[in-house]
């Protein structure tokens, strides 16, 4: 019967229809964020986590975009004063020849310098708070960092005056987090002082983060 | 005397009349109705959760500064906020929630600068939009900023 023989491909042209619509969907959502659309779509298989596991079996952090996760070495670990871990090491890029000081604390940051670690300057660093802007409604502030080999110490000012040192590991990163008296009194970070050696004054790093 | 026809032949005489194309027809639309309900489902189901990077501001911005993205829908969480500037001054990114609070920010004068969180630390925020702001005390610099968003497919 020549309806029968209908039956078939009709069914399949609406199923294709109806999967391009979807498609169109997705596609259509992509870009309702962006004003300016880089966006490319990736079907992930499992929620993205702290860790994935590389091709070789092993695991590596998740970082940022073009971030290369298994170039990730670690240079050092903390903890702040609430328990809080802190993983200091560096990685490089994929999109550019850069490489990075990464910081895997409550969440993962980067930054990174071209074409390598300390072309710019001799510490490389991430300032984190959570909470504010302002100083006296954040709940923790922290500076996380790598620094080259001719640092011998990073002095953390405060607005009050106080100096702190940096703790440092032996792979040569170094962390600080603001005491919970200074941030609730609105005390911030207001500079860091990096120290050779043989404890001479090798650059002043304004912070400045009163806002 | 005469015996009385059938009532169905006699009140409803149009069903017998009606062509087996027609029926035929009718069978075809409805078949292609659950087939249309079937497809749409199971491209849904099929299609799993994914994420997208996108490019959501670029401008030459003075000190305090700079851009935002949308915030995020019910079935979506950012999940990566990068900044990109030329260096050596200070930039600045950030996760803000629909009461203003700011979280996981970062800031610092290497770049580009990239935040991360993952899904169930963006979820717990609830609704967000990413910033990201010259934190320079005086340069003025090209600042570009992107997301990574993750986006539950089967989400009502």
Redesign the interface.
């Known amino acids: 019967m020549p309806t029968r023989r209908l039956m078939i491909p009709s069914l399949l042209a609406a199923a294709v229809l109806i999967a391009a619509a979807v498609w169109w969907h997705a596609a259509e959502h992509s870009t309702q964020h962006a004003s300016v659309s880089l966006s490319h779509r990736v079907t992930v298989r499992d929620s993205i986590s702290r860790a994935a596991a590389t091709a070789d079996g092993r695991l590596a952090p998740v970082l940022g975009l073009h971030m290369d996760s298994g170039s990730f070495s670690a240079h050092g670990s903390f903890r702040d004063a609430s328990g809080s871990g802190y993983t200091i090491g560096e990685a490089r890029r994929t999109d550019r020849a850069a490489e990075c000081v990464v910081v895997i604390g409550p969440a993962t940051s980067s930054a990174c310098d071209e074409p390598r670690l300390f072309s710019r300057a001799p510490v490389m660093f991430i300032e984190g708070f959570e909470g504010g802007p302002a100083p006296r409604q954040r709940t923790s502030e922290t500076v996380s960092g790598i620094a080259a080999p001719a640092v011998g110490a990073v002095i953390v000012v405060e607005s009050n005056g106080a100096r702190h040192a940096a703790v440092f590991s032996s792979g040569k990163a170094f962390f600080f987090a603001s005491p919970r008296a200074d941030l609730e009194n609105g005390v911030y970070i207001d500079h860091m002082d990096v120290l050779g050696a043989s404890g001479r004054l090798l650059q002043t790093i304004p912070m400045d983060d009163a806002s | 005397m005469a015996r009385r026809q059938p009532l169905t032949k006699v009140d409803r005489p149009n069903e017998q009349t009606y062509p087996e194309?027609l029926v035929?027809?009718c069978r075809?639309w409805v078949?292609?109705g659950v087939?249309?309900v079937l497809?749409?489902v199971g491209?849904?189901a099929a299609?799993?959760?994914?994420?997208?990077?996108?490019?959501?501001?670029?401008a030459y911005v003075a000190p305090?500064q700079g851009g935002a993205?949308?915030y995020s829908g019910s079935c979506e969480h950012y999940?990566?906020n990068?900044a990109d500037w030329p260096?050596?001054s200070y930039a600045r990114v950030?996760y803000i929630d629909t009461s203003g609070?700011?979280?996981?920010?970062?800031?610092?004068?290497?770049?580009?600068?990239?935040?991360?969180?993952?899904?169930?630390?963006s979820a717990a925020l609830g609704r967000t939009k990413e910033y990201c702001q010259n934190a320079s005390?005086a340069t003025v610099y090209l600042l570009s900023c992107?997301?990574?968003?993750?986006?539950f497919?089967n989400c009502a």
């Not at chain 2, 609070?101 to 630390?121: A, E």
């Not at chain 2, 992107?146 to 986006?151: E, L, Q």
């Open positions: 194309v035929q027809l075809l078949a292609l087939a249309c497809a749409f491209a849904r299609e799993g959760d994914y994420t997208q990077v996108a490019e959501y501001f670029r305090t993205s949308g999940i990566v990068e260096g050596a950030t609070n700011w979280h996981y920010t970062v800031k610092s004068t290497s770049s580009p600068l990239d935040d991360v969180l993952t899904v169930s630390q005390n992107s997301f990574k968003i993750y986006i497919s």
